[in-house]
Nanobody, 128 residues
Framework: QVQLVESGGGLVQAGGSLRVSCAAS????????VGWFRQAPGKEREFVAA????????YYADSVKGRFTISRDNAKNTVFLQMNSLKPEDTAIYVC?????????????????????WGPGTQVTVSS
């Protein structure tokens, strides 16, 4: 089992940048694919970005493509989400999720139901 804790959220003006982090409790975090999701008030949780366990493959929702970058440092058991050119509609609780993958360094998941482990989330607020 792996425990996840997000950090780095906060308040930023539109057009600004923020980096959120997802720290894992497990030293074998390199065996897990990781995804970022977000949930705004009154809305469904939606996919934002995913990264394979090696970090070689990434995938983004159309709404953040070109503005957000997901990356990972397996030596530090941490995954990052760099968010640039932020918009008020990016305001949400950002949550990371992890799923162990045994057979592939390149695979990632984009659906909520594919992830077993979730962090509590960190609030990101973008003011206009």
């Amino acid at each position: 089992q792996v425990q996840l804790v997000e950090s780095g959220g906060g308040l930023v003006q539109a057009g600004g940048s923020l980096r959120v982090s997802c720290a894992a409790s497990k030293r074998t975090f390199s065996n897990y694919a990781v995804g970022w999701f977000r949930q705004a008030p009154g809305k469904e949780r939606e996919f934002v970005a995913a990264i394979s366990r090696s970090g070689d493959n990434t995938y983004y929702a159309d709404s953040v493509k070109g503005r957000f970058t997901i990356s990972r440092d397996n030596a530090k058991n941490t995954v990052f989400l760099q968010m640039n050119s932020l918009k008020p509609e990016d305001t949400a609780i950002y949550v990371c999720a992890a799923q162990r993958i045994i057979y592939s360094d390149s695979y990632y998941y984009t659906e909520k139901d594919e992830y077993s482990y979730w962090g509590p989330g960190t609030q990101v607020t973008v003011s206009s």
